[in-house]
């Protein structure tokens, strides 16, 4: 009888997994790492440590193909310029002054056609503003897409000027008017800056002399079906007047360009304003794509409307046709790299940009080429070709601050596991830092049948405990036959104060004393048993500041407080740690037993995860001495902590551990 293999087990994703996975993949280098480099990382972190290659494989897999993927990821695709056919379109045209080519969409995706339009205009005309320009903005996709792929520094957006083209003054918005202008202040409103973003909607009061720049989107009109598009935003009703083939700006144009009337009820600058802007060498630039669109372009050329034109290669070679005769496109040098260029753009389209994406496979179906040469011109597309550079951007944006602050952790501290918690106002971080390091326990003993763990002792790791919920918790881990926990620090003192691992241990092993069916055995550190086999170990980080544990400890032993905050930067296990990472005595030896901070380095360097629990930016300092010896490899703590622990990370002073 032949046997099923048994099918393995992978865990469920949570949206730190997805977010984890694709910033090793996508967020470091230009292009995507390979996925079994990113595999070896995911291995080093403390989640996916116990996973066989098959479930870490699976396990990103499932992360890219996950729908919540398509929030985090963002991929910028930067369509290639057809230079020939631009020329060969501006011969045609000497009014022009600049005419951008890229590959058309229409035959696989007509709907994303604007957006490439929009995207191209932006890319080549962003980096050619001036302070002090005056930019007029018109309505449509294209415009909205040029709008939103604008990438311009605060501080030359602080001094231009941007005027709305159109504007409708009905109270429903229909997207005939200001919306696009009204967009970009949106996006840049929180631009810290000193002035605002200066936006303006009144169109018929412009004057030519106030526009550098204009960029309006070419539409084609024709009577039925076209009636429809124009109606699409809402129910605003506009006549098309007989003979119309173009509208610009809410300007119905004939054939030979002249002007037929405005689309009513919206108000438009006056064509004279753009066509006074062409005369004087300002900058009028229109998008248009598609076949379609070839004769509206020429009827807005006609009428002295445009000096820059973006479009694509099926308007061009349309708008060549119709005015050159006997133009062919095999007449253009270079055909086969531009096929080259377009079918690289079309590949990364349909499978970063395409909703749904698509396949290898299924774009090799699509395109009618071998798998093997989309893998190829999907890998171009990212790395770039030659002299060409790359036409896909992929970053990785994070679902919250807290974890882009847990992966800089990571990165930065080079950590098997960090957790950032978001602290509400008025709450406490330490018991939310007490209940993340609580869900990191129940992390690592998933799946695990017998488990020892060390905690040392604080107020965070007390919120941890209380956190835990022992005994009634167990139920979350059915697999869990034997669980040891170790006080790591036993305190003799004859006043209890409440925050010594043996105290917080003890009050835990009298809540446990009703378990029959699991065994929890709870046990006080003694002097010689450092040879005691710990799976994992969380504690907390002492400072000499008032109402701080270490604090207590200290005035209750009589210990010169002032002096010791002199000398060390932070302690753990009631062990003192200098700011440049050298463990150094207190004073409470003799009188509190407490695990060697050596072998914490042992477990550190055996890869044992040692988490450090803390809360408030003032423990920065005692965390990076602890850094430099190196006594964790593992952080729960809260954002302030997590930000001010980067910030001194990137100072010139930081230096890295030295080895132990």
């Not at 699991?518 to 907390?540: H, N, P, S, T």
């Not at 629990?613 to 952080?635: C, D, T, V, W």
């Amino acid at each position: 009888m032949r046997q099923v293999a048994k099918r393995q087990w992978t865990p469920s994703l949570t949206e730190r997994d997805i977010y984890r996975v694709l910033a090793l993949r996508y967020g470091v280098a230009s292009a995507p790492r390979p996925r079994r480099e990113v595999m070896e990382q995911l291995r080093q972190l403390l989640p996916y440590r116990r996973l066989s290659a098959h479930q870490l494989r699976r396990l990103m897999e499932r992360a890219i193909s996950d729908p919540r993927s398509e929030a985090l990821l963002q991929v910028d695709i930067t369509p290639p310029r057809d230079d020939l056919l631009g020329e060969a379109v501006r011969a045609a045209f000497p009014s022009l002054q600049e005419v951008i080519v890229v590959p058309s969409l229409e035959h696989l995706d007509p709907q994303e056609v604007p957006t490439y339009l929009g995207i191209a205009a932006a890319r080549s005309f962003e980096g050619r503003f001036v302070g002090g320009q005056g930019i007029g903005l018109g309505y449509g996709r294209a415009i909205h897409a040029f709008v939103t792929a604008l990438r311009l520094p605060p501080l030359l957006l602080a001094h231009l000027q941007f005027f709305a083209l159109t504007h409708c003054p009905k109270a429903a918005i229909s997207g005939w008017g200001a919306e696009n202008l009204l967009q970009l202040i949106a996006d840049y409103w929180t631009l810290r800056s000193e002035r605002q973003l200066q936006g303006y909607t009144a169109p018929t009061q412009l004057r030519a002399e106030r526009l550098h720049w204009a960029f309006v989107e070419i539409d084609a009109v024709r009577q039925g079906d076209e009636r429809r598009r124009l109606n699409a935003f809402g129910t605003l009703s506009a006549s098309i007047p007989e003979g119309a083939v173009a509208e610009v700006a809410g300007h119905f144009l004939r054939a030979d360009g002249q002007w037929l009337g405005r689309l009513a009820p919206i108000e438009s600058v006056p064509l004279t304003v753009l066509r006074r802007m062409v005369e004087t060498g300002r900058n009028v630039v229109g998008l248009a794509g598609g076949a379609e669109k070839a004769p509206a372009v020429l009827a807005a050329l006609r009428a002295g409307l445009l000096s820059r034109l973006v479009t694509d290669d099926r308007c061009a070679a349309t708008l060549l046709e119709l005015t050159v005769p006997r133009w062919r496109m095999a007449d253009v040098p270079s055909r086969h790299q531009w096929w080259e260029a377009s079918q690289r753009f079309f590949a990364a389209h349909l499978r970063y940009r395409h909703q749904p994406r698509l396949s290898v496979s299924a774009i090799a179906n699509r395109l009618r080429l071998s798998p093997k040469t989309v893998r190829r011109l999907l890998e171009e597309a990212r790395q770039g070709k030659g002299e060409q550079p790359p036409i896909v951007r992929l970053t990785v944006e994070a679902p919250s601050e807290a974890m882009a602050l847990e992966l800089a952790l990571l990165r930065t501290f080079q950590l098997q596991e960090a957790r950032v918690v978001t602290v509400a106002t008025g709450e406490e971080g330490l018991q939310r830092v007490g209940e993340e390091a609580a869900q990191l326990f129940f992390d690592l003993a998933r799946d695990q049948t017998a488990l020892t763990v060390g905690f040392g002792g604080g107020r965070t790791v007390g919120a941890m405990l209380r956190a835990l919920r022992l005994p009634t918790s167990l139920a979350r881990l059915p697999k869990l036959a034997t669980l040891h926990l170790w006080a790591l620090d036993s305190n003799p003192l004859p006043k209890a104060i409440g925050l010594a691992a043996h105290t917080l241990i003890a009050a835990l092993a009298m809540r446990c004393l009703s378990v029959t069916d699991r065994f929890i055995r709870c046990f006080a550190y003694q002097e010689g048993q450092e040879a005691m086999a710990l799976d994992a170990v969380f504690i907390g980080i002492g400072v000499f500041a008032p109402s701080e544990t270490l604090y207590l400890y200290a005035q209750e032993v009589g210990l010169p407080v002032k002096e010791l905050a002199g000398k060390v930067a932070g302690s753990t296990l009631f062990q003192g740690i200098s700011a440049d990472g050298q463990i150094m005595p207190l004073g409470f030896e003799g009188r509190v037993k407490a695990l060697p901070l050596e072998r914490l380095q042992r477990l550190v360097q055996e890869g044992k995860p040692v988490i450090v629990l803390a809360s408030g930016a003032h423990k920065a300092p005692a965390i990076l001495a602890a850094h430099r010896a190196q006594l964790f490899n593992g952080l729960v703590v809260d954002c302030d902590l997590a930000a001010a622990l980067l910030r001194a990370a990137a100072a010139p002073t930081f230096n890295a551990p030295s080895s132990v």
